[in-house]
């Protein structure tokens, strides 16, 4: 569980391990302590962004919970619906999304949240005006299974034998990935601002996910002027 209280959040630092004190994070690993903890806080919502084991005690729990999901694909939906009656709010990225749950008779009230790229006076940022091509090309996202890295490298390295002076910047954690090719650059996890950067000096961003929802990558660099090669899943 994470507890934020009384403290401004900025886009440009949203790191969580840098920006959450570490007297806000609460360390409970028994589900009865955690229960407990729940049970005899000040809370007034639980928040579950796709963290289904919540899902185990929720008929133990006093307080309301609101659930975040990001992709109408998502084995996570259908633990929502089989769940709904415990939920006072479940938070979507699509109208197609909110629609789907409705048409699985999903009952609770459905909201649409945005990203940065929805908020110009957040993002700040206008979109570049292109004199010519960088052959600089990032990818932006958790680095897992689904996002099929092993392929973005594989198509980078025979891109590169064609355009030698290229780079892929692969922005983002999680499984560890190597290449040999120094044109290839692992950036590690960046902040928002950061991700801009490296947007304002890339062509385009890339993406051969097995599995998206509505990707914040090709929107965010979309609202910068740069456009998205990405698989055909959208």
């Not at 955690?34 to 307080?63: A, G, P, Q, R």
């Not at 999903?106 to 993002?123: C, D, G, L, R, S």
Request: with cysteine; aromatic share 14%; charged share 25%.
């Amino acid at each position: 569980a994470v507890v934020i209280k009384n403290e401004e959040f900025k886009f440009a630092k949203d790191y969580l391990w840098q920006d959450v004190p570490n007297y806000f994070i609460v360390k409970k690993k028994r589900m009865d302590d955690i229960i407990d903890y729940i049970n005899n806080s000040d809370f007034e919502y639980i928040i579950v962004n796709k963290l289904n084991e919540v899902f185990k005690f929720t008929d133990k729990i006093n307080k309301k919970i609101q659930v975040i999901c990001h992709n109408p694909k998502d084995p996570f939906n259908e633990i929502i619906l089989d769940n709904q009656q415990y939920i006072d709010t479940c938070f979507v990225l699509t109208n197609y999304h909110k629609n789907l749950l409705r048409y699985k008779n999903f009952t609770k009230p459905v909201k649409i949240y945005h990203n940065y790229a929805f908020k110009p006076e957040q993002m700040k940022n206008k979109p570049k005006k292109r004199t010519g091509f960088t052959n600089n090309i990032c990818f932006i996202g958790r680095l897992a299974k689904e996002k099929n890295i092993d392929l973005l490298i594989d198509s980078f390295n025979y891109f590169n034998k064609i355009k030698e002076d290229a780079k892929l910047y692969i922005i983002g954690d999680g499984i560890q990935y190597t290449s040999n090719n120094p044109n290839i650059i692992f950036t590690g996890r960046l902040n928002f601002k950061e991700i801009c950067d490296y947007l304002r000096m890339c062509d385009y961003t890339i993406s051969s996910s097995y599995i998206e929802g509505k990707p914040f990558s090709a929107i965010e660099g979309m609202s910068m002027g740069v456009p998205c090669i990405h698989s055909n899943i959208l």
